[in-house]
């Protein structure tokens, strides 16, 4: 038993032994095979020069497109995260497998002639991953540059629709020191029309309009061919949801509350106040736009252009406001004349959504004020009456009225007995008379003042209700030039 361990102990030892001679044999002619492959190719392809036997003379770009990092209006540029394959064909590059058992072969950078291909728009370019070059036995194939790249490039922005706005950019690449008398840009059998998309991340705020479509054009020097260049073409849609709510939204409904502003009382003393801070709102509001877009007077926003009509509009009705305010409190220091008292009284009120100023309001000079005449003219004419009575010469009054004639009555009667008790002669009773004479001086006077004030209150009730007219002429203004505005900017847009 002890015999027949050390047997199959001894077997495997012996196994392991041939095993890893065997790998290590393999291995050194491997490394012996992919030395004299490098060492083939070196002497055979050119470091700085494109090789003799280049195909077609030709160098060709293949582009993914992984990624849209970062679109910045405001600041111009794009930030696209691409993997970029730069690649020629040489004869010189092929070799039969049955001599090398190797497939393709890994170089450092620069040991081969690579174009000096770059990104011509490009402000910025950060490479991610190896940059070693690539060749491929099988077809001859040399790909001198092939990374993921994160490459910030410019784009002209035409923000006239924000934030419903369609962008457009391209990204050119091409050579930077050469021309087509060296190596040509080409189209190879792998190449693709439109950018292979299956790995695409979507972005947040920017949606890629498919497909991504790639342009080669030779650009001209004096009459001849210069270089080539390949453009990528990139179509962006803003997601305009956000905006809408959080910027558009607060800005058509401080647009909606500026015509409230006509509807508030002016006796609640928030008239003004209330213009003012939609006004404020309004203008603040109108600044936020300055962060978003770019500072670009080619292109204008649409958006801006209304923003700046709203803003115009309520400044205007801030200062129709005032307006209506003066013309409520006018009552006391200016009267108001025939023609707005019959335009106030007409039925073009109810136009105005309004009832017509009554006409006894307006045209006070009726039944009451012919009343207060006649009573005026009552107390006249019984002070003039005592005073002829007492030798007195007061020809300016005259008796009149009923009122005249019962005051006459009433006041005999107290003359009379008072007269007769005194004595001294017609001086004495003259002077008790005028004691016992009501002071009709003070009834006028106190008539004369309550028909000031009641044409006072009367008078600050019509420029009150005028105020209440303007003010609804000036909210059907508003709502015209509201209109008017919307259908401008909508159709602009």
Sequence with gaps: MINFLVWIIGCTWLWSNLTWATNVNDTSNGVREETLLFERLKNSLPKYSPPQDMTNNSVYIFIDLYQIANVDEKDGFITAKLWLYYYYYSQSARWNSTEYNKPELFVPPGTFWSADIIALDAINIIHEAFDRQLINGRNGLIAFYSSLATIQFACSFDVSLFPFDDQSCQLRFGPWTTDNEEYVLGQDQIFRENADLSYYVEHDEWQLNQPVRFTFQTRTFRGRQFYDTMTMHLKLTRRHLFYAIIFMLPNVLLYI??????LIPVESGEKISFAITILLAAVVSFGTISALVPANSRNFPVVAWFLGAA??????????????????????????????????????????????????????????????????????????????????????NKWTGVFGAKFQQKTASKVAPAANDVSGGGGSAQKSVKDLIPDSHNLMKAVDDLMYLESEVNMEFLWQFFAIVVDRIFLLVHIMLSIVTVCVFVTMG
Excluded at 257 to 262: C, K, N, Y
Excluded at 344 to 360: A, D, H, V, W, Y
């Design 311 to 396: 803003v115009s509009q309520m400044t205007l009705d801030t200062i129709l406001v005032t307006v209506v305010v003066n013309v409520h409190f006018m009552g006391g220091r200016w009267k108001m004349g025939p023609r707005l008292r019959r335009f106030i009284t007409s039925k073009f009120m109810t136009l105005l959504g309004l009832r017509p100023c009554p006409m006894e309001k307006a045209f006070p000079g009726s039944k009451e004020r012919d009343q207060q005449h006649k009573l005026k003219e009552a107390l006249a004419g019984g002070e003039s009456e005592l005073g002829r009575n007492n030798g007195t010469n007061n020809n300016s």
């Design 257 to 262: 509350l500026s015509a409230l502003v006509f």
